[in-house]
């Protein structure tokens, strides 16, 4: 229930793309935190700047997290974010499962974000569905609209009839660009054999960029 398998293996995929990611005393920017699911990839970061437009979502990273300084929650929108707060500089961006539901000034703000706050060898780090196909099934359900876009549900998530965009990659290797930044990965997350053949059919709609400044 709720594709174990494919959060499994999607977990394991965002651990070691952050540690290869030169992790170790770094400043993280996570973007889309929401129930804080990945605190434990960050135990080696220096700090980790949590952005979250959900409040409930927020206030349960926070529970979980304790009293961990290192943390700091940000509760707005990524285009909505105040400069000000980032006050120092970022060296790995992370934007998991959380672009398909961005505006272009959301993505627009990531461009700016990264130019005057990434570090000289900044990496920036995304896992977005880039592949969407029709799909019903007691398990998940997909449905293409115009315009790239398409509504999606999981069941036995969180994720229910939600609307989202497709994420291109020559859009996003674009914006990288403009940022100073190489792609030195993009793959499709479909190299787990233990999935079942939903999770496989699922799974096989997102991939992982990899992006780093030089």
Known sequence: EGFYLM????SNVKYQTIM???D????????????????????RAKRVYCIEPNKHSLDEML??????????????TLASVNDDVIDTQVDIFTAFFCMNQWTPDDMCKL????????????????????????HK?????????????????IYGTR????????????????LAKKCG?????HERLDTNDFMTWEERRLSAMYSLFVYEKK
């Open 7 to 10: 959060r499994k293996y999607h």
């Open 159 to 174: 994720i229910l009839d939600i609307d989202e965009k497709t994420v291109e990659a020559s859009v996003l290797t674009k």
């Open 63 to 76: 529970e979980r997290c304790g009293k961990d300084e290192r943390m700091i929650a940000i509760n707005s």
């Open 111 to 134: 461009r700016d974000i990264i130019n005057t706050k990434g570090s000289k060898k900044c990496r920036l780090l995304v896992i977005a569905l880039t592949y969407p196909k029709e």
């Open 24 to 43: 170790l005393n770094a400043t993280i920017l996570d973007i889309g935190t929401g129930q804080g699911g990945d605190i434990t990839k960050w135990k």
């Open 181 to 185: 930044m190489h792609l030195m990965k």
């Open 20 to 22: 290869n990611a030169k």
């Open 137 to 153: 099934s007691d398990n998940f359900k997909i449905v293409l609209k115009s315009d790239m876009k398409y509504n999606i549900s």
